[in-house]
């Protein structure tokens, strides 16, 4: 630990050296080298960079989970697996993922894809079927008008 920072997250402390950068304990934001001013008057700390996606702390998962009655409830993610109450109906349910509207969107998303899939499949058998008729029928007319090229 080295720089004293003061961080957006709140955060005041030592810094935690990560590679070649300095950054937050408590949200992992970069911190950029050497001190720079902050709003307290004459206090000087090292600001932090937020430009780093890698090093923004993750915004934690909202599931939307119907009740049995309907209710949707929204719960974060560390909340799955756990018992809960609806406020609307007092029903007691266990909020699952595989219950959200969000995965329930991604289950019919992928359905969707591969029923695409299929049926892009089939339209090329189709298309393949119908030339090999084709010129199956094209061969069938040359040899029907012209009886004498096949018995040579």
Known sequence: MSDTIKCICGYRGPSVPEGEFEVCPICRGRVRG???????????????????????????????????????LKAREEMLGEQVCCPECNAFFV??????????RQQAQ?????????AQAWLKRAIWAAVIIGVSFVIMLVIGLNPGLIRR
């Open 110 to 118: 992928l359905r969707a894809e591969a029923e695409e899939r299929a």
């Open 34 to 72: 050497g001190a720079w001013p902050v709003a307290d008057a004459g206090s000087t700390a090292p600001a932090v960079d937020f430009d780093d996606d890698a090093l923004r702390p993750p915004e934690p998962t909202i599931y939307r989970i119907p009740c049995p009655n309907g209710h949707v």
């Open 95 to 104: 909020l699952r993922a595989s219950d959200s509207v969000e995965f329930r």
